[in-house]
Structure formats: C-alpha cells, structure tokens
C-alpha cells in the first residue's frame, strides 16, 4: 500500500507474488485497485466478476478465484470494483467485508496473501488494512515519496485503532537509479526512520518491469535473467528469512 501512484505497488504485487510462488509457497492475489492491473499482468482481462462481486453482491471469493500459474491464485478486481467506494449502507461494518470474505474461504490455507492496493485510503483501502495483519509501503527513489510516508504512518496508526489489531509495517525501496545521488539519501532516510523494517533488498529501475505486463508475462517469464528478476527473487528471499536493513 502508499496512497502515491506509480511507486510500483502493482509491480511488487504481481512480481513478488510470483517469486514466493516460484519458491514453493502458496499464493493469492487479491487487487483492491479497481484499475484491476493484477490479471491484466498475467495475460487476463478485468471484465469477469471477482472482489467487486465479493464486496457489492456477497459472493464466495473461492467462486471467483482463478489458478493463473502454479502455486499462484489471482482474484481480480472485477470492472464493478469502485463502486464499492461509494456504498453507504452498512455502517462500519463495510470496512470488515474483505476481511470477513477471507476468514470464510479456502485462502487462510495459503501461505501469503497479498493485497494490491490503490492509490487512496477510502473504502477499499480500509477493507484491504483491516484484512491485513502486515503492510507492506513501496517507497519510490524520488523525494515526493517521503512527503507522503508520514501521512501513510498517521493511516495505519487509525487503522489499528480502529481494527483493533497491530498492523506490522515493511518498507521497501522501489524504482532505484543507483546513479543517482537522491536515489541514496531517499533510502537513507527510510532506514534512519525506520530502523529494521526497510528490505534488504532493492528494487532498481530496470524497463523489463515495466515491459512485461504488456505481454501478459512476469518478470520471471519475460526476462528471467533481468535486474528486475533478480532484486523481486531476492525480496522473496528476505520475506521468508525477515531480512531487513
Ligand atoms: N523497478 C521498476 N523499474 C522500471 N519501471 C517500473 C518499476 N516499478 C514499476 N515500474 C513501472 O512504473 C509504473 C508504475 O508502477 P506500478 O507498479 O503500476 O505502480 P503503482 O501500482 O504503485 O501505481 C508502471 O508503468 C510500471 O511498469
Ligand atoms: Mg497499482
């Protein structure tokens, strides 16, 4: 999650779902975005039902689920998923639908679930943290992506209250042109704020992520030799071992 755009959230999503996968965990994909990137990543359109159906209608995630790789399991966003932004009805209990939709499927057999977010702290932003017992915050190489970090601690800080369930943060640097001197004081920053919770590894900016949606592929299965599939295997890594800076 991190309300900013284009930090790689959905690259994250798609490339390290795909890693664990590839390491032999077993995985789901939810997006919550209502762009619904997630299956178009992997060579699906949008246009079936899958979480706008789940939120708005009531029906079984495991109804619209869909095996795209081995170990890994998309369900997508579907093309009625903002509307749920603006469901009025329900009281505080429409922040609890996803949450609730999990606990009553076959996905609390799975070993990670990763929720793509969108770029918004609105409803679907509060389903996906009330569902998630961890965060994790891609944070961009650039300077604007620190002006928003404190807004995102003060959004998890109400979320847990509100939950009432402690929510573990993980930062993770993304888009890095190491060339850069920014670049270095960016991530310099998160790891003096954030002291053991930023990942080892990092995401650098390498066109092969940004190529291999359009062709319906993972990194793993576009460029398998790439710096992308090198640093998205590594952050695997350090998910299964907690290694963190
Ligand atoms: N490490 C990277 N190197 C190059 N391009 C990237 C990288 N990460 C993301 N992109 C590209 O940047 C754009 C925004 O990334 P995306 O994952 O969609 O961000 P978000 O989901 O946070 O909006 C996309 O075009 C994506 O392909
Ligand atoms: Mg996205």
Not at 173 to 183: A, E, I
Request: with cysteine.
């Amino acid at each position: 999650m991190n309300q900013k755009g284009g930090v790689g959230k959905t690259t994250t999503t798609i490339n390290l779902g795909h890693a664990l996968a590839l390491s032999g965990k077993r995985v789901t994909l939810l997006d919550m975005d209502a762009q619904g990137q997630v299956v178009t990543g992997f060579g699906l359109d949008n246009k079936q039902a899958g979480l706008d159906m789940v939120l708005l209608e009531d029906v079984l995630i495991d109804d619209v689920k869909v095996t795209v790789r081995d170990n890994l399991d998309v369900v997508s966003a579907g093309p009625q998923l903002a509307d749920y932004e603006h469901v009025a009805t329900g009281g505080a209990s429409r922040g609890h639908k996803l949450r609730l939709a999990i606990e009553n499927s076959t996905l609390i057999e799975q070993d990670f679930i990763l929720i793509d977010c969108p770029p918004s702290s609105g409803l679907l932003g509060i389903n996906a943290m009330f569902a998630a017992g961890e965060v994790l915050i891609p944070v961009s190489g650039d300077y604007l992506s620190l002006q928003g970090l404190s807004r995102m601690m003060q959004i998890l800080k109400s979320a847990e209250s509100m939950s009432g369930h402690a929510i573990k943060l993980w930062l993770l640097s993304t888009r890095m042109n190491m060339r850069r001197r920014l670049t270095h004081e960016v991530r310099n920053r998160i790891l003096k704020y954030f002291p053991g919770r930023v990942f080892n590894t990092v995401i650098r900016e390498n066109v092969a992520l940004a190529e291999s949606p359009s062709f319906g592929k993972t990194i793993f299965e576009y460029r398998k030799n790439s710096a992308g599939a090198e640093d998205y295997f590594s952050l695997a890594q350090d998910l299964l071992r907690g290694r963190t800076s």
